[in-house]
């Protein structure tokens, strides 16, 4: 009768314990690095795996967009392409809570580097007139 209750004892902790896990979509803040230069990045991840990327400033101009891919529950990998018109290619992988990303990064003319984002704690509100 002891093992029963404490069975379920155990059971009902593991199942109301704290460690909520957040969707990966959101607003994300970091930096991507060469050998000789480091520039803030700012993304937003999309539930339908896509990404608006802004380097340096949040203005339209600095906005590029492309699509991500968590592999599992591990790895992340998204591609989007510059004003440029280079492809960069962004591999790296999750921290357990999903809000931390870090790996490296690629051009299609083989420039590369590396790069971290964290998850903001911001939460968009929108509002219709």
Do not use: C, H
Not at 76 to 88: C, E, H, Q
């Amino acid at each position: 009768m002891k093992n029963i209750i404490y069975s379920l004892a155990a059971l009902l902790l593991v199942s109301f314990s704290s460690n909520n896990v957040e969707t990966f979509g959101g607003l994300w803040t970091g930096a991507f690095r060469t050998d000789m230069s480091r520039e803030k990045v700012y993304v937003r991840f999309d539930e339908q795996n896509k990404l608006q990327l802004y380097s340096g400033v949040v203005e339209e101009n600095n906005r590029s967009v492309g699509t991500y891919e968590v592999l599992g529950d591990t790895a992340l990998v998204f591609n989007y392409s510059r004003a440029d018109g280079k492809t960069v290619t962004m591999r790296g992988a999750i921290n357990k809570r999903k809000t931390y990303v870090d790996g490296t990064w690629e051009t299609s003319d083989k420039t590369s580097g590396s790069f971290y984002l964290k998850k903001d704690e911001i939460q968009e509100l929108f509002i219709t007139p």
